[in-house]
């Protein structure tokens, strides 16, 4: 299938469950950013991975995530020879147990994300630390892009935000669980083939860094 632009796929919504009353029209944006939601909490793409840097402040055992943050891949203290010391990532819980009293301070081993907005990390930082966030991020939704915008999803992943949006909008409409179902059914076979590519990309990008380690790990002759 083609890929959707934002307009295309609010038609084939309409198109497909057959309806064009006000209400349903109205939340066409909710069923299709309910559908990206979806897809992007199921798979890591690393078109939608980036970096960036912080600072963990002394005595606070809070770090700021990203206004665009998803979910986390990596979080690293970098020191003043620009070397990383990668942190582990715990539930909350195991911070808590293993920080009881947030006086017990230290260059910080493990972190775990706290809310939406925050990770927590332990010990307690006892010094600034220079921070590396490698993060998946939201990328703008389709619905701000404009009638004839087109996303990374919505171009590449076109089934998978079709029969996601249909699942959305199928229940708006309280239509029989039969056609729910198929929906649903097309839309996870729509997800597996994009968790292959996914899986995919992940394995070649780690293919060329191990090369690139290699060739610079070379003799020169």
Sequence with gaps: ????????????????????????????????????????????????????????????????TPDDYLSSFSLAVIDGSNNYSYLLLKQVSYIRDYTPQQATTGKPLYYAQFDEDSFIVAPTPDSNYSVELHYYFRPNSLTTLGDSGQSWLSENAPNAMLYGSLVEGAYFLKQDPNTIGLYEARYQEALATLKLLGEFKNLRDEARNDQVKLNAGAPNV
């Design 1 to 64: 299938m083609a890929g959707f632009t934002y307009s295309s796929l609010k038609t084939a919504i309409q198109d497909y469950l057959d309806s064009s009353e006000t209400t349903f029209v109205n939340n066409l944006d909710n069923f299709i950013k309910t559908t990206e939601e979806r897809i992007l909490k199921s798979v890591q793409l690393p078109v939608f991975r980036k970096n960036v840097t912080g600072t963990l402040t002394s005595n606070n055992t809070y770090l700021s």
